[in-house]
């Protein structure tokens, strides 16, 4: 595959895929979109994929919509072309784990995409943000939503009127990322956790995300129902053979095409 804005690779089960316009700090482009949308559908159909690992470069994860490129738009363009929606939310259909590996700029749309990954693992030199503010506009990729539920209405509410940035540390302490690890480390430990996922059986993997993110959109209730559904239906799956037999073996399960 080759794509003019991406970098992809594959390790072992793991796809890596780097956003790569190093001169606009990974400003996301229309071209962009439009291939990081083909580069997850690829890896989502492809079976010997079990997790995907979304990065930038050392310097920007991204650091948001391309702004030059919006700058004449008109009302009308962007509700007739649907920009930002169109072609930014193939990532949220991916069905198999995906991991935002963040260093440097996070801001106003790269934020956004960030959040949009299953969790972030965050290089100690993440900057997240939100901006929009002091361009002029709202976000249009979900932040008004997606961070308040991340990391709460005050912190949320103070990121997006002030466009104050916060550090790796503050991310990890408000719950907007899972771990912090060295920046020089960033790939090789976020490669590993996508190695310790791919290695889980695929098919529980997919239904655990598909839960944890229907637990934003159903009363607790429902989404406990669901659980308790999901959770009948694994007896008597390969995975659940193999899975409490290994246990009971003292041996490590082996859930290759599970
Ligand atoms: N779009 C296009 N180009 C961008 C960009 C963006 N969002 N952010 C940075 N760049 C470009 C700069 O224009 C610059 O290009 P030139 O060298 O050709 O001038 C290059 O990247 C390097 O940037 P800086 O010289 O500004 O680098 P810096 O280290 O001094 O500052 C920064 C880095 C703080 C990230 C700063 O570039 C910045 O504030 N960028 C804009 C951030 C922003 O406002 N993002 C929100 C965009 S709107 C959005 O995302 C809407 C949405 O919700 C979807």
């Not at 492809?46 to 050392?58: H, M, R």
């Not at 709202?138 to 997006?160: S, V």
């Amino acid at each position: 595959m080759q794509y003019e804005d991406l970098i992809v690779e594959v390790h072992g089960k793991v796809a890596l895929i780097r956003l790569n316009r190093p001169k606009a700090l990974n400003a996301l482009n229309d071209r962009m979109m439009n291939e990081l949308g083909e580069a997850f559908t690829l890896f989502d159909e492809d079976p010997q994929i079990g997790c995907i690992v979304l990065s930038g470069s050392e310097k920007a994860f991204a650091a948001g919509a391309d702004i030059p490129a919006m700058i004449d738009y008109t009302y009308q363009d962007t509700y007739r072309d649907d920009y930002i929606t169109r072609n930014w939310e193939h990532i949220l259909k991916v069905r198999k784990p995906v991991i935002g590996a963040v260093a440097g700029y996070a801001l106003g749309g790269g934020c956004e995409l960030a959040m949009m990954c299953d969790f972030i693992i965050a290089a100690d030199s993440a900057k997240f943000g939100q901006p929009e503010i002091k361009i002029g506009v709202t976000p249009g990729a979900g932040a008004t939503q997606r961070l308040p539920r991340a990391i709460g209405k005050a912190k949320a509410m103070d990121m997006l009127l002030t466009a104050r940035t916060i550090d790796a540390a503050e991310a990890e302490r408000t719950g907007l990322v899972s771990r912090v690890v060295p920046a020089d480390k960033l790939i090789e430990e976020a490669l590993a956790v996508a190695a310790t996922i791919a290695a889980m059986p695929l098919s529980v993997a997919m239904q655990i995300k598909e839960a944890v993110n229907r637990a934003y959109e159903v009363p607790l209730t429902e989404g406990v129902r669901y659980e308790r559904r999901m959770f009948h239906a694994a007896f008597g799956t390969p995975a659940q053979r193999e899975g409490m037999h290994a246990f009971l073996e003292k041996r490590l399960p082996n859930f290759e095409g599970l």
